[in-house]
């Protein structure tokens, strides 16, 4: 039996194989390189000029809502007007039944004939008693009687000429009329129906310009209270322009609105007043007892104005990534004011020449990054 025996060029290559596997081995411990630092768009905090906006929320209703109720009683035998249309001031709406009303004037022009035929009687009564009265043939008294006929009869003509007028008046009012122009709403009495002075037959509403009514908080009355009693004042908030109105759907109307008037009192119970304004309402698009919200610029204030990408809620309270003034990017805890357009207002976190992220990847606490300046849209001013 023989024993292996190593040779010189085996240890040599045992050597060499030892030796690639240490290569190796140091290859897999050495430290990566480090990643580039991150690119960050940023913004810097400035003050800058912002008008304020209040919403209130508010009830449409027409410029003026004319009650139509006939001025007679009787059957109602016709309606004159197409339910939910425009009508015309003096424009017939209803017919009420004119006979009894033709019969009525028939009779008072009969009894003012009656009534003339009277006077006649006493004036020829007169012309032949006051001389015989003068020459003693008859008794004063007759004469006194004569003068005291005649000027009832003359009463009784003034009386039945105003019988007259009177039923001609009640003959008219059988044609129910609107007071106003504008819109008519669909009628709540048919035809057939008995009514009277107290039935509401509809209502006409002037819807153009049309009113929009909204509650003022006390707080809000005070500061422009002086501005609202001057007598010169069509706006009494700061900005000076005027209203704008949201409908329910989302949209703002097209025209602006003017203020008109506030209430004589502040309610106890809510503590608000009334006001009122008014809107351009040409296309009748507007109608009485929609819901909307009014908003007015009420105040110009100077403020610090991030965009709403920028900032981040966590747990109830609001932060931002600030990045200083040798790269580090941290999170800061911020208060927001009211929302402008597409930026918020912040009350206090930040002062001007601060650097706040916008876009850009998430990165950690303190890390060094690079940054590069965000540009805001237009319609985000």
């Known amino acids: 039996m023989c024993t292996p025996q190593v040779t010189r060029a085996g240890r040599a290559l045992l050597v ?22 991150s690119e960050l768009s940023v913004i810097t905090v400035a003050l800058e000029k912002v008008s304020l906006s209040t919403e209130w929320i508010a009830t449409l209703d027409g410029f003026v809502n004319a009650q139509i109720r006939p001025q007679v009683s009787g059957y109602l035998v016709s309606r004159e007007y197409q339910e939910g249309s425009f009508v015309q001031k003096g424009q017939v709406l209803f017919e009420i039944d004119p006979r009894p009303f033709d019969v009525a004037l028939s009779q008072a022009e009969a009894r003012l004939s009656e009534a003339q035929a009277q006077l006649g009687k006493t004036e020829r009564d007169l012309a032949r008693d006051r001389p015989l009265a003068e020459q003693r043939a008859i008794a004063q008294s007759q004469l006194d009687n004569d003068i005291q006929a005649n000027l009832a009869a003359l009463a009784a003509i003034e ?86 109105l949201v409908l329910a759907d989302g949209n703002t109307y097209p025209r602006p609105g003017t203020f008109l008037a506030a209430d004589r009192q502040i309610d106890p119970k809510t503590g608000t007043i009334r006001i009122s304004a008014a809107f351009p309402n040409p296309g009748h698009t507007l109608r009485p007892g929609q819901y909307g919200r009014v908003r007015a610029e009420t105040m110009t204030v100077e403020a610090a104005l991030v965009p709403q990408r920028a900032v981040t809620e966590l747990q109830g309270s609001y932060q931002v990534r600030v990045v200083s003034s040798d790269d580090h990017v941290t999170a800061r805890t911020v208060k927001l004011g009211e929302r402008v357009a597409s930026r918020w207002i912040i009350t206090d976190g930040l002062k001007p020449g601060e650097r706040v992220v916008v876009e850009g990847p998430p990165t950690a606490e303190g890390a060094v990054v690079t940054t590069k300046p965000f540009e805001l849209r237009r319609d985000a001013h």
């Open 159 to 244: 009386s039945a000429k105003a019988a007259v007028d009177s039923a001609k008046l009640n003959l008219g009012f059988t044609k129910v009329t609107s007071l106003v122009t504008g819109v008519a709403a669909i009628a709540t009495a048919q035809i057939g129906d008995l009514v009277g002075p107290g039935t509401l037959l509809t209502t006409v509403s002037q819807i153009d310009p049309i009113k929009a009514y909204f509650p003022l908080g006390e707080q809000d009355y005070l500061r422009i209270a002086d501005r609202i009693n001057s007598s010169t004042s069509k706006q009494p908030w700061e900005s000076g322009s005027g209203l704008t």
């Open 16 to 37: 060499i194989v030892l030796g690639v596997l240490a290569s190796r081995c140091n290859k897999s411990t050495a430290s990566p390189a480090p990643p580039p630092p």
